[in-house]
């Protein structure tokens, strides 16, 4: 091993041995996500920014702390997928403004917005019988 005060060389920046095969298909895996970030909507499907406005609709009167961090994730997120994982932070939100009868509702009149990016058995409503008997 050199010592401390030797000036780096390429033994300093050497790989172990398990790194070997991911850094020689790292640049395959760089594009790999490349492509699966880039969801292109079909002429049936909702493109990304109409159900972000959506969303934001859902979220209109509510102004606290919580709707903004949720607003603030809305816009980053990539693709629909990314945006369907929001919705239970969407729900909470709208529960504590409103009540849980009214965040279902909202809930479930966005699941339209996510036909065709979404696989259908995952477009299935909240019941808001359940939730209005919560409250």
């Known amino acids: 091993m050199p010592d401390r005060r030797d000036p780096p060389t390429?033994?300093?920046?050497?790989?172990?041995?398990?790194f070997t095969r991911l850094r020689a298909n790292l640049p395959i895996i760089m594009v790999i996500n490349f492509f699966a970030r880039r969801q292109t909507a079909a002429p049936d499907r909702l493109p990304l920014e109409q159900i972000?406005?959506?969303?934001?609709a859902a979220l209109l009167d509510c102004k606290d702390m919580g709707a903004q961090r949720v607003?603030?994730?809305?816009?980053?997120?990539?693709?629909?997928?990314?945006?369907?994982?929001?919705?239970s932070d969407l729900y909470q939100c709208i529960a504590r403004v409103h009540n849980q009868a009214e965040a279902a509702r909202r809930t479930n009149n966005l699941l339209d917005a996510f036909d065709g990016w979404v696989p259908s058995n995952q477009l299935t409503p909240i019941p808001e019988s359940v939730s209005e008997s919560q409250t």
């Open 71 to 87: 607003i603030y994730r809305i816009n980053v997120a990539a693709t629909p997928s990314e945006l369907w994982l929001l919705r």
């Open 10 to 18: 390429a033994a300093h920046f050497q790989c172990p041995q398990q």
């Open 52 to 56: 972000r406005e959506r969303l934001y």
